[in-house]
């Protein structure tokens, strides 16, 4: 599915050139804080011996999700990044402004709801230029690791757009416990690759401005098989066994029917059956218990961690085979 015709005999980003065999840390500074502060966005290249694909591995899109970030990071400093084929292209934190803010936002804008990006746009839709223009006229293919958001957990999956063979492949050989489709979104960084005939896959797993371990070791993991799939590491790398991943071809939301204090009785993860009780809310004065049922059979991919909810609020995302 892949061609032979690679990028990385040499890489070039801002304008300095990384060939064969070399490594190199570039600081890319964005803009500055009101004090005069420069922020900078660390990028790790490191490119192998031999020509081979290269590929964006990219945390911290949204600056809440330090989990994604905590991903990449960790990958860092085990030193995972000990390529001889192709290269990887490493950025552990793209928007530092929601980050250093626990904001999803950079200056309030969706860094994801802006792309292509402009030259004189918001700070956010710059950013989305700067990623296009400089980082991904390199890359054969990416993976974009995400989390939850608003106090919702998801469960370790990969997303991919449905009508891209290429990323399909990348989803098998990543081999998340989930996998599924999920539409293109209109200025989004997977919809603008796409346009660009560049692969994405989306790994998603954990709650923002969280730490989620087990969701941390199934994206390195699944990181690690990509990377020795197309021998751009060593053959003898251990990697952690699992079962083969489940496709989900639907999804639905079941939501609150009523407002009050929610507490969950089934796991994230969990396959649930049409009828069985996912859990419980009740007013803050116990004078009424209303019990959430599932209205299909399939598998916990997202589940609502905060216990206040209103009515129509998302309370589990589920998967149906």
């Given at each position: 599915?892949f061609?032979?015709?690679?990028?990385?005999e040499e890489?070039?980003?801002?304008g300095?050139?990384?060939?064969?065999?070399e490594?190199k840390?570039i600081?890319?500074?964005?803009?500055?804080?009101?004090?005069?502060?420069?922020?900078e966005?660390?990028?790790?290249?490191f490119?192998?011996?031999?020509v081979?694909?290269?590929?964006l591995?990219?945390?911290?899109?949204h600056?809440?999700?330090t989990n994604?970030?905590?991903l990449?990071?960790?990958m860092?400093i085990?030193?995972?990044?000990?390529?001889?084929?192709?290269?990887?292209?490493?950025v552990?934190?793209?928007n530092?402004?929601?980050?250093?803010?626990?904001?999803?936002?950079?200056?309030?804008k969706?860094?994801n709801?802006?792309?292509p990006?402009s030259?004189t746009?918001s700070?956010?839709?710059?950013?989305?230029?700067?990623?296009?223009?400089e980082?991904?006229?390199?890359?054969?293919?990416?993976i974009?690791?995400?989390?939850?958001?608003?106090?919702r957990?998801?469960?370790?999956?990969i997303r991919?757009?449905?009508?891209?063979?290429?990323?399909?492949?990348?989803s098998?050989?990543?081999?998340?416990?989930?996998?599924?489709?999920?539409?293109?979104?209109?200025k989004?960084?997977?919809?603008e690759?796409?346009?660009?005939n560049?692969?994405?896959?989306?790994y998603?797993?954990?709650?923002s401005?969280?730490?989620?371990?087990?969701?941390i070791?199934?994206?390195?993991?699944g990181?690690?098989?990509?990377?020795?799939?197309?021998?751009?590491?060593?053959?003898n790398?251990e990697i952690?066994?699992?079962?083969?991943s489940?496709f989900?071809k639907?999804?639905?939301?079941?939501?609150a029917?009523?407002?009050?204090l929610?507490?969950?009785?089934v796991a994230n993860?969990?396959?649930?059956?049409?009828?069985?009780?996912?859990?419980h809310?009740?007013?803050?004065y116990?004078e009424?218990n209303?019990t959430?049922?599932?209205?299909?059979?399939?598998?916990?991919?997202?589940?609502n961690?905060?216990?206040?909810i209103?009515?129509?609020?998302?309370?589990?995302?589920?998967?149906?085979?």
């Amino acid at each position: 599915m892949f061609n032979e015709e690679f990028k990385n005999e040499e890489i070039i980003i801002r304008g300095e050139k990384i060939g064969l065999g070399e490594s190199k840390l570039i600081k890319i500074s964005v803009d500055r804080l009101p004090t005069g502060t420069y922020i900078e966005i660390p990028v790790y290249i490191f490119n192998g011996e031999k020509v081979g694909p290269t590929v964006l591995l990219q945390g911290g899109l949204h600056g809440d999700e330090t989990n994604s970030i905590e991903l990449v990071r960790r990958m860092l400093i085990d030193k995972r990044y000990k390529i001889h084929r192709g290269c990887v292209i490493v950025v552990p934190l793209l928007n530092v402004f929601g980050f250093l803010n626990l904001s999803r936002d950079m200056h309030g804008k969706d860094v994801n709801r802006s792309f292509p990006g402009s030259n004189t746009g918001s700070l956010a839709s710059r950013m989305a230029r700067y990623l296009m223009k400089e980082l991904i006229k390199n890359v054969d293919f990416a993976i974009d690791y995400h989390t939850g958001g608003a106090q919702r957990s998801n469960f370790p999956q990969i997303r991919f757009t449905p009508q891209d063979e290429r990323a399909l492949e990348l989803s098998k050989i990543f081999n998340a416990p989930l996998m599924f489709g999920s539409k293109l979104i209109p200025k989004s960084f997977r919809n603008e690759c796409y346009k660009n005939n560049i692969p994405v896959i989306v790994y998603e797993g954990g709650e923002s401005l969280r730490l989620c371990e087990d969701a941390i070791q199934q994206g390195i993991n699944g990181t690690l098989r990509i990377l020795k799939h197309f021998q751009m590491i060593n053959e003898n790398v251990e990697i952690s066994k699992t079962k083969q991943s489940i496709f989900l071809k639907k999804r639905k939301w079941i939501r609150a029917k009523v407002a009050g204090l929610f507490t969950a009785k089934v796991a994230n993860g969990t396959f649930i059956k049409k009828g069985e009780t996912l859990g419980h809310i009740m007013d803050t004065y116990g004078e009424t218990n209303f019990t959430v049922k599932s209205p299909i059979n399939g598998y916990i991919i997202a589940k609502n961690n905060f216990p206040v909810i209103n009515m129509g609020d998302a309370l589990f995302h589920v998967g149906e085979l």
